[in-house]
């Protein structure tokens, strides 16, 4: 997830939307002590930090973030209207891994997050899982069919992650219950089968072309008929 710090509402709406678009999910803060809370509270993967925040400047809580130990590494991008050398120089300075004059592009600070990501969080970036007309984002947790969001409870999600993970596989329902409730967990089989059929439904139910194939007496692939 990644949290917008910007105190602008109309300019943390764009960024919202455009990054939402590029499969992030996203949460905003309008003033640098919400922002705090919620990078205690809910500890996103990134943050958008304005500089010029209400309460708490962007600069001053790049300065905390980096003494908290469980807060040394999330990437961060500073956003500013100031773009003066030293102002770009005191962001780097302060921890921030990149920084950001406006008025910037959407486009832009997308892919600078992506790179950010990449070499701070490589496990983070490039998992995304794509099957047919299917995509699962498992940084953002997001799932797309035919270009439309779905949306999936927790169990559904990694039902379908696990199957994208092996598609054409026939895993039996102990297996799913071991990669989407974990194992050593009793759960009747018959509950896999209450999740699935909500699987199917949310990926379009008999309006689309199905792509989960149940094989009788054992379990469920990912197939293309
Ligand atoms: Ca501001």
């Known amino acids: 997830m990644v949290l917008i710090a910007e105190d602008e509402p109309g300019q943390a709406e764009v960024l919202k939307y455009n ?3 590029s499969g992030f999910g996203v949460r905003t803060s309008p003033n640098g002590a919400d922002t705090l ?3 205690e509270e809910d ?14 400047s962007g600069i001053e809580i ?11 590494d999330l990437p961060i991008i500073m956003v500013t209207a100031r773009g003066e050398e030293e102002d770009r120089i005191r962001a780097l300075e302060v921890g921030a891994d990149d920084y950001m004059v406006k008025p910037y592009s959407s486009g832009e600070l997308v892919a ?13 970036i490039g ?3 794509e099957f047919a007309d299917l995509v699962l984002d498992l940084v953002s947790r997001k799932v ?3 270009g439309d969001f779905i949306h999936l409870g ?18 039996s329902r102990r297996q799913i219950i071991d990669l989407a409730w974990g194992q050593n967990i009793y759960i009747e089989d018959r509950t896999v089968d209450v999740h699935i059929r909500r699987l199917r439904s949310a990926l379009g139910g008999d309006d689309k072309p199905n792509l989960i194939r149940t094989v009788r007496g054992f379990g469920y692939s990912l197939d293309q008929e």
């Open 62 to 72: 790049c300065r905390r973030l980096r003494k908290i130990e469980q807060n040394k």
């Open 112 to 124: 600078r997050i992506n790179a950010v990501l990449r070499r701070t969080s490589p496990a983070l």
């Open 43 to 56: 500890r996103p993967d990134f943050l958008v930090l304005d500089w010029m925040l209400p309460e708490i």
């Open 127 to 129: 998992e995304k899982l």
């Open 154 to 171: 927790p169990k559904e999600f990694k039902i379908l992650q696990a199957l994208m993970q092996r598609p054409g596989r026939v895993l």
């Open 37 to 39: 809370q919620q990078i």
């Open 19 to 21: 990054l939402e678009s």
């Open 144 to 146: 797309k069919r035919d």
